[in-house]
Each structure stands twice: as C-alpha cells, then as structure tokens.
C-alpha cells in the first residue's frame, strides 16, 4: 500500500483522509494491530485509485527508490537486529532468501560511508516485517508518538528475553503505553521504574 501511495504523491494523511479513515484506526491496521475489512481495502483502493485486487497484490505495486539518512535509518536497522538477538549477517541473509534486491539495499545501507543512500522502498518493509514492528518506524523516522511506541516495544522484547521468555507477539499487547511498556520491562529487570 505504502508503494502506491508513494508513487500516486499521497502523503499518509492524504490517503488517511480520501479513504474517510482517522489516524489511529488506520495506524492499528497498518502495523497490524487489526486486521483490514472489506471495508477499508476498498476505501483505500478508491483512495488509491486502484482496484481492491491491485491493492491486496503487491506485485501490481511499483517499486519505488528512496533516499534516507543513513545515519539514523542504519541506526534504527541496528537497533530491530540487536532486538531480535541477531546480527546483520542474519538479517542480511533473510533478505537474501526472500528478495535478492532488497538484501543489496540493506547491505548498501549498513555499509554507507555517505549521509544518504538510495535504496529500494522494499527493503524498509521487509526489515520491519521480519522485526514485527511497524513499517512507518524505518520510512517515516520523524514520527515522534510511533518511534517511542516503537522503542519501548523494543525494550520489553529484550527485557523479556533477558528473562527466560522465547517470544512475544507485540500486537498482543493492544494500545498499552510506551510507559506501561518500560515499566513492565524495568520490573522484568529487577529496577524500580524511573521517576
């Protein structure tokens, strides 16, 4: 969804608003909190100008190239790896299995020496997909209330790890806020939350 919207010039609110959706419904779907209705793939599609078919297959999607900051965008990759207890070359090589192309942006991006680096749109959904944290935490890195969500889901997953706990699935864990999220991964610590 986000490629045709990037490639029909819509920014997120402008697509929120052509499809009659608020913000908070439609980032619950997005990062996969609810699932999508019938409803809202056929209100996006029209937003879209699309067909819902051409909506549900993301091959009928163009690929788009982006230029980010590879400071902070590398740093953020950095971040889901060391989350997930992996390494790069794990990441890397995940990519490789599903999408060639895109595990050559990932590469170029934790490799870049420069302050931007172009890179295929795809690569950003796939790290996420494979971190289970939203999209918009790599493609829209300015969005304050969502990385702060994002971080402190972060820090609960290590927390729990660093207990004993296999896994966890966040959207699980509802609408709890980032607060909630820190304390419950301060307890799981032993530290008494900040004040």
């Not at 934790?110 to 690569?123: G, H, R, S």
């Not at 935490?137 to 820090?155: F, K, N």
């Amino acid at each position: 969804m986000d490629r045709l919207r990037k490639s029909r010039g819509l920014t997120v609110g402008e697509l929120i608003s052509r499809a009659g959706m608020t913000k908070s419904y439609y980032q619950s779907r997005a990062g996969f909190s609810l699932p999508y209705n019938t409803n809202d793939i056929e209100a996006l599609a029209a937003a879209l100008d699309v067909t819902p078919e051409e909506l549900a297959s993301p091959q009928a999607a163009p690929r788009i190239e982006m230029r980010v900051p590879a400071g902070p965008v590398g740093d953020r990759v950095r971040r889901l790896i060391a989350s997930h207890a992996a390494s790069e070359a794990d990441l890397i090589a995940h990519l490789e299995h599903l999408d060639p192309r895109s595990a050559a942006s990932a590469r170029a991006l934790l490799e870049a020496t420069t302050n931007t680096v172009v890179l295929d749109e795809e690569v950003l959904r796939l790290i996420t997909q494979w971190a289970d944290v939203p999209v918009e935490y790599l493609i829209d890195y300015t969005d304050d209330a969502l990385t702060d969500r994002t971080e402190a889901e972060l820090e609960l997953r290590e927390a729990m790890r660093e207990a004993g706990a296999q896994s966890i699935q966040f959207r699980a864990l509802g609408q709890m806020s980032p607060d909630a999220l820190r304390a419950i991964a301060q307890s799981l610590r032993g530290r008494p939350p900040a004040s």
